[in-house]
């Protein structure tokens, strides 16, 4: 009976003791999991967290721009000319009133904004003209490219898609090498069969166009044969498929804004486009251009 008692004792106090070892595992699983336990940090799970989104800075102290004729005032002023001082994005007339005008004042605008864009630059010249703009080391750069490789002397000619997208990531390569954290504003590429639409109402437009302007789209601009509209729509798809390079380039970098589209959309009617060749913005129009860049870039979130 002793040796039976014995025995009972011992093997009451294991199970009292095992149970007593699965209440200690059990509660340091829990505060492990929860309670007022801290959650396991990223190294718990072998990944590091993710990088917060930077703000977008609404108010740039600095701007360079870079681009084509429309970013050179080009026609705004006089027949085939540059007029800089009627340019969007950095002119300095007041009928304008220059989204750098807007960002940084009259004062600062005249010293810390640069236009390095000229007039005929297709997006092949983009990285050089980029390589000039980040000497100045500007906190926003402009990108207004693109017309030209479509307006070219036949359809057949047009820059490929996949050249105008090699260009543009090679020129925001060269962008972020010497300046990772500038702010980008990039904008779309005109609707140039609108422009043909509205111009050709203009008997002194169409003369100046036989010159030489933008012949893909506004060559023998009367014609409304199906082969001439073939040619209209092929430009216009080009046009499509450039803004969607744009877009997809802009958004795989963080600091980098596209338009959404609005100046490939906006309207440009007869006092907005210039009237000595009916196809670039009037001083009228290079303001509306200042109006949407303005309105972008002042947004603490794009807008839509």
């Not at 108010?59 to 001082?85: K, M, N, Q, Y």
Request: glycine letters at 8%.
């Amino acid at each position: 009976m002793r040796n039976r008692r014995h025995r009972s004792r011992s093997r009451g106090a294991v199970a009292l003791a095992a149970a007593a070892l699965l209440g200690a595992g059990t509660l340091t699983a829990c505060d492990a999991q929860g309670g007022n336990a801290s959650a396991p940090g990223p190294s718990a799970h072998g990944k590091p967290s993710p990088k917060p989104t930077p703000t977008w800075d609404t108010t740039p102290r600095s701007l360079a721009a870079v681009g084509d004729s429309i970013t050179r005032g080009f026609d705004a002023c006089s027949v085939l000319s540059d007029c800089p001082e009627a340019s969007w994005a950095t002119g300095t007339d007041p009928e304008v009133r220059s989204l750098a005008t807007r960002l940084l004042g009259k004062g600062r605008a005249a010293s810390h904004s640069w236009n390095h864009a000229k007039s005929g630059a297709r997006m092949a010249d983009l990285p050089e003209q980029v390589a000039r703009a980040v000497t100045e080391r500007p906190e926003l750069v402009t990108v207004m490219v693109g017309a030209n490789d479509a307006c070219r002397p036949t359809a057949a000619a047009m820059t490929p898609v996949d050249e105008f997208r090699d260009d543009f990531e090679q020129a925001m390569r060269t962008l972020r090498r010497s300046l990772p954290k500038a702010q980008v504003y990039v904008a779309s590429v005109p609707n140039l069969k609108r422009l043909w639409s509205q111009g050709r109402t203009s008997p002194l437009g169409k003369q100046v166009w036989k010159l030489g302007i933008c012949p893909s789209m506004l060559g023998d601009p009367d014609d409304l044969s199906a082969t001439a509209a073939e040619r209209r729509d092929t430009v216009r798809e080009r046009v499509v498929a450039y803004n969607e390079v744009l877009e997809d380039v802009c958004d795989k970098d963080r600091r980098c804004r596209y338009d959404g589209g609005a100046v490939f959309d906006y309207r440009f009617d007869g006092d907005q486009l210039s009237h000595w060749d009916w196809f670039h913005p009037s001083k009228n129009g290079q303001s509306r251009l200042a109006e949407l860049a303005h309105r972008q870039v002042t947004a603490r979130k794009p807008v839509a």
